[in-house]
């Protein structure tokens, strides 16, 4: 079950979540949440977020890329999602 405020948070826009994420030592947790068509493009810190069984369907997420902080250092495994 998602926490309420992190679901709130990221509802409330990008601006919103990325400020709060700064002062915000927790894990995101939106796990089950409806996030259908909410605009994630750009979200600081979706890396490391319980997503489980999140609605994901028409959310914009671009600029998402589970490898941004990876250790991997051969080409970029996200530039086609950039596309």
Same mark, same amino acid.
């Given at each position: 079950?998602?926490?309420?405020?992190? !679901?709130?948070? !990221?509802?409330?826009? /990008?601006? +919103?979540?990325?400020?709060?994420?700064? /002062?915000? %030592?927790? %894990?995101?947790?939106?796990?089950?949440?409806?996030?259908?068509? !909410?605009?994630? +493009?750009?979200? &600081?810190?979706? /890396? $490391?977020? &319980?997503?489980? $069984? !999140?609605?994901?369907?028409?959310?914009?997420?671009?600029?998402? *890329? %589970?490898?941004?902080? +990876?250790?991997?250092? $051969?080409?970029? %495994? *996200?530039?086609?999602?950039?596309?």
């Amino acid at each position: 079950m998602a926490n309420p405020e992190h !679901v709130e948070q !990221v509802k409330q826009g /990008i601006t +919103s979540w990325n400020n709060w994420r700064l /002062i915000s %030592p927790t %894990p995101a947790d939106l796990s089950g949440a409806d996030l259908h068509g !909410v605009d994630l +493009s750009d979200a &600081n810190e979706l /890396i $490391g977020a &319980n997503l489980t $069984g !999140v609605d994901l369907n028409d959310a914009n997420l671009r600029g998402q *890329c %589970p490898h941004r902080n +990876s250790p991997w250092r $051969g080409p970029d %495994p *996200c530039r086609f999602a950039r596309r």
